[in-house]
């Protein structure tokens, strides 16, 4: 058994964030963070578009309210309102102290940060680092850990998390390189673990978002919040899935259909291109529907439509988002200095998650938190994107959350005893479940398993939802569960054995499809990314609440928390 005051799983934005703050704020404290990855490869790294703060160096009439009435509104009303008011104050201030570490924030004329505009916010706020934001920050951020001596494994797949009487002490994981199983014991478990776009068929995220670290969480009897709203990014390019940065709209491209016209004039005239995501997507999945998208020939009647940079003139195109155009010419073959790029939505985003209060703690219901159990990022619901996340948001709350989850979790444990763990009987319990997936006689292979599954979930519980769909979905998802008891696992040996990750991450994306049907099929209203064709209205009589649910074996239990308003009313929300 190994021993650190605290062990981070995830070396993402926030997993990375929070290490730092515990290094900064108690150099004794022994802090490690462990990654499936290698730290630098977390999806973070990805990001694109950039990071909102209201820093006012383009348009001085920001300011944090208006940051967090768009947030609110953007949300559906869902946000807690607290948690928005301190993601939006800290805004500037963590901006700024990525700024001293040394991040390369794209400039102003006269040196300031630069700020442009992106969907959902009233005024330019988002900062960035052209579209390779992510690669800056988690750079910098990586290389701060190294220089305060905080301890990572990197390539070891945590398996398991250890709670016991409501308290976490620590996880179970198995070493990549050459299949050895270990616990790790900590006064202090964070959680920082991603995303879950491979619970779908086509999503802009990379391939280790399988949802792990709440696939974990709900196994050990904790809820999971709001997992029914899946944020469809409109720009997925066409038919890799791989994502075309709202930044591109922020510049100022257009969506076009085979009409030729900018059908967004129809959907949010007031905001056009710049929409949030939500309804952005809705309006492209209804042009395809109505015969109105575009085929590979060019002709009417396919199945994307054109996000058109034309206009903005090369110059422009290659200093504010040269990457976007490098993967549309790598990946489809498009110069978009001369053509317009192919898109259609594309999963990019979790807007639940593991519920914690903020300070990051993990809740075990509305009014009860564990101990030792924090989480941050996108693995969790502090919640400031409620039903919709806009743009830029994401990567902020990473920063905010994961530096006061670190801050929270250097005063948890002081003056904190390490935990009483019998790592032997957890080590063999691991290696009986890794030996048992080797020994299975299965007649699958774990691909065909998985690709099944992600056509069931993207077809069940898309950006359209009705009762029938998604009841279909849980039988044909139990029906897949049963196959997992069958998937064969050809390499048997210990060194490098990717194939036994696959095969564990499978049962990440079962658990948390379970719980994003389920939640979906509770929620009988349509709310942000939640769209129900058998009930299109908002309802806030009935669903104004968070979903909490609860995973068994044997079903899925929902229950409910109230949101936070304290500052915006709910109103209609148009644009
Ligand atoms: C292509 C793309 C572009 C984006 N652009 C933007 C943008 O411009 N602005 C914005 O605000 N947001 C953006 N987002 C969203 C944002 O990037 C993410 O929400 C955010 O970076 C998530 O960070 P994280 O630290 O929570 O997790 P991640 O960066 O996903 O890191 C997860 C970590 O957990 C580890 N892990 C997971 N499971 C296990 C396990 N079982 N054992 C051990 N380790 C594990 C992984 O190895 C990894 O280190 C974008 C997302 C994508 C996909």
Redesign the pocket.
């Known amino acids: 058994m190994i021993d650190h005051d605290v062990i981070i799983?995830?070396?993402?934005?926030?997993?990375?964030r929070a290490a730092l703050e515990i290094a900064r704020t108690n150099p004794s404290l022994s802090v490690a963070v462990?990654?499936?990855?290698h730290?630098i490869?977390?999806?973070?790294?990805?990001?694109?578009?950039?990071?909102?703060a209201t820093l006012k160096n383009v348009d001085e009439t920001d300011s944090w309210e208006a940051h967090a009435f768009d947030t609110v509104k953007g949300s559906d009303y869902l946000a807690d309102q607290d948690a928005v008011a301190i993601l939006t104050q800290e805004a500037p201030d963590v901006v700024i102290d990525l700024e001293h570490m040394g991040v390369l924030f794209s400039r102003l004329p006269d040196g300031r940060i630069a700020q442009r505009a992106f969907g959902g916010h009233s005024h330019n706020r988002t900062c960035?680092a052209a579209d390779k934001?992510?690669h800056a920050i988690?750079h910098e951020l990586i290389c701060n850990l190294m220089k305060y001596g905080v301890k990572v494994y990197e390539e070891?797949?945590?398996?398991r998390l250890i709670l016991e009487d409501g308290q976490a002490k620590g996880v179970v994981?198995y070493h990549l390189l050459d299949g050895q199983v270990e616990v790790i014991r900590a006064k202090a478990v964070m959680f920082?673990?991603?995303?879950y776009?491979r619970v779908y068929n086509t999503t802009?995220?990379?391939y280790?978002?399988?949802g792990?670290?709440l696939a974990?969480t709900a196994m050990a009897g904790l809820p999971l919040e709001d997992m029914e709203f899946v944020q469809f990014h409109p720009t997925g390019l066409y038919p890799v899935g791989?994502?075309i940065?709202?930044?591109v709209r922020g510049e100022g491209a257009y969506l076009i259909n085979s009409d030729g016209d900018r059908f967004m004039a129809n959907y949010a005239p007031s905001r056009m291109e710049l929409a949030p995501r939500d309804i952005t997507s809705r309006a492209i999945t209804y042009e395809i529907r109505a015969g109105r998208g575009i085929k590979p020939d060019g002709s009417a009647g396919g199945v994307f439509v054109y996000l058109d940079l034309r206009h903005m003139g090369k110059e422009k195109i290659m200093s504010r988002v040269p990457f976007c155009w490098e993967e549309a010419h790598r990946l489809v073959g498009v110069d978009a200095v001369y053509q317009p790029m192919p898109v259609r939505p594309t999963v990019?985003?979790s807007m639940g998650g593991i519920p914690v209060n903020t300070d990051g703690q993990v809740r075990s219901s509305a009014d009860e938190l564990v101990e030792g159990f924090f989480a941050?990022?996108?693995?969790s619901c502090v919640s400031v994107h409620g039903a919709n996340r806009l743009?830029?948001?994401?990567?902020?709350?990473?920063v905010v959350y994961?530096r006061r989850t670190g801050a929270a979790i250097a005063r948890y444990v002081e003056n904190r005893k390490l935990p009483e763990v019998n790592a032997e009987r957890y080590i063999q319990d691991a290696n009986t479940q890794l030996q048992s997936l080797i020994d299975q006689p299965g007649e699958y292979r774990i691909h065909q398993v998985r690709q099944a599954y992600q056509d069931c979930m993207t077809d069940h519980c898309g950006v359209f939802r009705t009762e029938a769909t998604m009841q279909e979905g849980l039988v044909q998802l139990r029906e897949l569960q049963k196959k997992y008891a069958h998937v064969r696992v050809d390499d048997k040996g210990k060194t490098w054995n990717t194939e036994l990750i696959e095969a564990?991450e499978l049962r990440?994306l079962f658990v948390v499809g379970e719980m994003i049907l389920s939640s979906a099929l509770n929620r009988k209203e349509s709310r942000g990314s939640h769209c129900r064709e058998d009930y299109t209205q908002r309802d806030d009589q009935s669903f104004l609440k968070h979903t909490l649910a609860y995973y068994s074996p044997a079903g899925i239990d929902i229950n409910y928390m109230p949101v936070v308003i304290n500052q915006f009313e709910p109103q209609e929300r148009k644009y």
């Open positions: 799983v995830g070396g993402g934005l926030a997993g990375s462990v990654a499936k990855t730290p490869r977390s999806h973070s790294v990805a990001a694109q578009g950039g990071m909102a960035y934001t992510g988690l070891w797949y945590v398996m994981l920082a673990t991603g995303g776009g802009s995220n990379d280790a978002s399988t792990d670290g974990m791989v994502l940065s709202e930044a990019h985003y941050a990022g996108e693995t743009g830029s948001n994401s990567l902020l709350e990473c994961g564990m990440s």
